[in-house]
């Protein structure tokens, strides 16, 4: 399991691929748990990190979904443990105090379409494809939208939930999936733009602009006006802000 996550490293950019390609990087529980131990450590000592998979497909979702294990149905208490494998894989996301970029191939479904929208930004290519598939699989996927509530429009949300339809890389741009789409050609230049611009950026405005966007769009306007004014006043004062 040690190789099924790289990591690679460029000066303060931190790269992690899902590296089970001939699995379509299924997630397992065991290596959620790393995947959310490794960007907890990553985001220590990193500027930013670059979240994608291996092969044709970024990620065909948890390597469980869909399958039932023997005996009676498991007691409700034993499976919200279980589950907190996911939001806590969610949170490392979302909690990271540096922004992580998702880059996506191919399709990313069920968890990996979870994962791809917990990121802060999304570059996709134009073959990449979306969707919440587990009411198939008769699952009632309240973990899955839980990553999408602050991300997509609620219809958006909806519709996917419901449809479980695939949709494309313009569809997901429309409905806030998606950040920026991309040829697969140009794919990797534009995420060397991205990192460009991250790099050339203060590192106190780096982490600021995170902690911004991690608590201000769930907040009513003047608590967001409030905690805008401090931040902004805290940070461009500071002598780390001009010395780059």
């Known amino acids: 399991m040690a190789d099924d996550v790289l990591i690679e490293r460029d000066d303060d950019i931190a790269k992690v691929t899902l590296n089970m390609a001939d699995d379509g990087n299924r997630v397992s529980d065991p290596l959620a748990v790393q995947l959310t131990e490794t960007l907890r450590e990553l985001a220590e000592d990193s500027r930013a990190i670059i979240f994608t998979g291996a092969g044709d497909d970024f990620c065909l979702g948890r390597s469980q979904m869909g399958r039932r294990g023997g005996g009676g149905p498991p007691e409700a208490l034993d499976l919200r443990d279980n589950n907190e494998v996911v939001f806590n894989a969610y949170g490392a996301f979302r909690d990271a105090k540096i922004p992580i970029v998702s880059v996506v191939r191919g ?14 930004m999304t570059i996709a290519a134009d073959n990449a494809r979306f969707s919440l598939p587990e009411m198939g699989h008769n699952i009632m996927p309240t973990m899955a939208m839980s990553s999408l509530v602050d991300r997509l429009h609620r ?3 909806v519709f996917m939930t419901y449809s479980t339809e695939e949709i494309d890389a313009g569809t997901a741009l429309a409905y806030g999936l ?12 534009e995420v060397d733009k991205l990192i460009a611009a991250l790099k050339k950026a203060p590192m106190p405005a780096v982490l600021a602009v995170k902690e911004f966007a991690r608590n201000a769009f769930h907040n ?3 608590t967001v006006n409030d905690f805008a004014r401090n931040l902004h006043a805290t940070v461009n004062s500071s002598s780390r802000m001009r010395g780059g």
């Not at 399709?107 to 802060?120: I, N, Q, S």
């Not at 998606?178 to 230049?189: M, N, R, Y």
């Open 220 to 222: 009513d306007i003047r």
């Open 107 to 120: 399709r990313a479904l069920g968890f990996g379409c979870a994962l791809a929208a917990v990121c802060d």
């Open 178 to 189: 998606v950040s920026k789409i991309a040829t697969l050609a140009d794919l990797d230049g």
């Open 155 to 157: 219809k958006a949300a």
